[in-house]
């Protein structure tokens, strides 16, 4: 375990869905991400957020909205996705005061049909 | 932000065997760090090295970092077949701002 859940670990929804994905960290720490990782695509960082404000936000289109409602927690909101949004999404956290580790979370495995 | 990119995309060797990935990236970092993903698993951190660092070592893995060719490697020496993940390498540019970006990674099998 890397003191970082994420929930739920598999989602199946329709196009016409909403769903929140989860995020919890117990390490103490002051920044979380998004990312998603799509089959043989970089890593992409979604959003960041640092000290529960968004401070990075890399295009991502409005049907993911993210949620930080303090720094242990972190939700992605999902609705009306597209197929091609199907993919593994890993939260993770770190202390953005210097250069340390992200941890992360086992991810959620996203199947949009 | 800016990505590191890994090579080879893949990489397949016998157990007992050294394997070595590389990453290069484009921009001045504060200090770049490897990743393990076993599959469809959340990533590992490995280790951390500095960008006013050379090489670094734990266990069996042997990091450089050559910031004139913006380039790092990984070494795993004497491989396992428990081994056999993908290895990402994170950058942060330099400027403070710590948000490791990924590229494409490096999947390597390692044959009993």
């Known amino acids: 375990e890397t003191g970082v859940t994420q929930t739920p670990r598999h989602l199946v929804m329709g196009m016409t869905n909403k769903k929140s994905l989860k995020c919890e960290q117990h390490?103490?720490?002051?920044?979380m991400y998004w990312y998603k990782q799509s089959a043989k695509k970089p890593l992409e960082l979604m959003f960041v957020?640092?000290?529960?404000?968004?401070?990075e936000n890399n295009s991502v289109p409005s049907r993911f909205s993210p949620e930080c409602p303090n720094s242990s927690h972190l939700f992605l909101h999902l609705h009306t996705l597209q197929p091609e949004d199907s993919a593994l999404y890993l939260c993770?956290?770190?202390?953005?005061?210097?250069?340390?580790?992200?941890?992360f979370g086992q991810g959620t495995r996203l199947t949009v049909v | 932000s800016q990505q590191g990119e890994e090579d080879p995309q893949a990489l397949s060797i016998q157990e007992g065997e050294n394997a070595t990935m590389n990453c290069s990236y484009k921009?001045?970092?504060?200090?770049l760090q490897w990743y393990r993903q076993n599959s469809g698993r959340g990533l590992v951190h490995l280790i951390l090295?500095?960008?006013?660092?050379r090489e670094k070592h734990s266990g069996r893995l042997r990091v450089t970092l050559d910031t004139s060719k913006k380039s790092s490697s990984l070494l795993i020496t004497a491989s396992r077949a428990a081994d056999t993940a993908s290895y990402f390498c994170?950058?942060?540019?330099?400027?403070?701002?710590?948000?490791?970006?990924f590229g494409r990674g490096t999947s390597l099998i390692v044959h009993p």
């Open positions: 090295i500095r960008s006013n660092e």
């Open positions: 993770a956290s770190s202390q953005r005061t210097g250069p340390t580790e992200a941890f």
């Open positions: 957020y640092s000290l529960e404000e968004r401070v």
């Open positions: 390490l103490g720490h002051n920044a």
């Open positions: 921009t001045s970092i504060n200090n």
């Open positions: 994170a950058t942060d540019a330099s400027g403070g701002s710590y948000i490791p970006t």
